[in-house]
């Protein structure tokens, strides 16, 4: 259901997420837009700002995993890898939070507004900085610690050093949360940071089936790789409508509709005006 409430959550409030009593620190008043009961009991995707084609790839399907399931993707809402993972759960019609270092009405970055706007009405928008309120240097830190609480377990699906995204994981640790990190190669900068909290102790996850695993979770609504293939394939002859492919590959419709929004996020299919599904014209 669609909403753009706006609303305040007082500490002791019916509906402050429990969760956040985790903290030391926690807010003591919550600013926000949407639907306050998808808050806590989240996954938190993370990662780099100038994330590479394996970083975003990595965010496509972690967070699309997740949100096809019900568990709500929580990210930070900056350009790169968690505004990736916003999309994602959008493009799937799942749940997803996005936590802000400003004020819960602010369009921050800018070039986030419009899936920010998106997420006000099919999400929740959330921030512990009263409306109005710009971003400062120290509050992306202080926000990070909000992520880490509202999820059962952060992952980083990318991250070279330094990177804020230990922040968030030192947190996590701190009020105990699991950490999980996406592998990378050795030889790209853009995954040192990653892999260091793999050294670490952090948890490597490379496959949705194990973080499914981590999280106490059954590895549905994913198509395995070699039916992904086979479904791009069968699309590339033929466009078809969701209920043709649930026919031809015996799945249930919620989850080839969920399926074909990951691969339409993914740039590799697109809807067509007539309901079908197809590549990308050349």
Not at 3 to 11: A, D, E
Not at 17 to 40: A, T
Not at 232 to 252: G, T
Request: charged letters at 20%.
């Amino acid at each position: 259901m669609s909403t753009t409430v706006m609303w305040s959550l007082r500490r002791g409030d019916d509906g402050y997420p429990f969760e956040l009593e985790d903290l030391p620190d926690p807010p003591e008043v919550l600013y926000g837009f949407g639907d306050p009961g998808l808050l806590g009991g989240g996954l938190a995707v993370i990662g780099s700002r100038r994330a590479t084609p394996y970083g975003l790839a990595c965010a496509r399907r972690f967070a699309g995993w997740a949100a096809a399931n019900g568990i709500p993707v929580v990210s930070g809402a900056a350009i790169g890898c968690d505004l990736e993972s916003h999309r994602t759960a959008l493009a799937v019609d799942g749940p997803t939070v996005a936590v802000m270092p400003c004020g819960a009405d602010i369009d921050y970055p800018r070039r986030a507004s419009g899936t920010l706007a998106e997420i006000r009405s099919r999400g929740v928008v959330v921030s512990e900085a009263p409306w109005g309120s710009e971003p400062k240097r120290w509050s992306f830190v202080r926000r990070n610690r909000l992520i880490a609480a509202l999820s059962l377990g952060i992952l980083v699906v990318e991250a070279g050093l330094p990177s804020g995204t230990f922040t968030t994981a030192d947190h996590a640790l701190a009020i105990g949360r699991d950490v999980f990190a996406v592998p990378g190669s050795i030889l790209a900068p853009e995954c040192r940071g990653a892999n260091r909290l793999i050294r670490q102790g952090a948890l490597p996850i490379t496959d949705v089936s194990e973080l499914a695993q981590a999280l106490g979770q059954e590895a549905r609504a994913e198509i395995p790789p070699h039916c992904s293939d086979r479904l791009l394939s069968a699309l590339i002859a033929s466009p078809m409508r969701p209920d043709d492919v649930a026919r031809e590959f015996d799945l249930d419709i919620v989850q080839t509709i969920r399926t074909l929004g990951v691969l339409e996020s993914q740039r590799l299919v697109t809807r067509y005006p007539d309901g079908r599904y197809g590549t990308l014209p050349r």
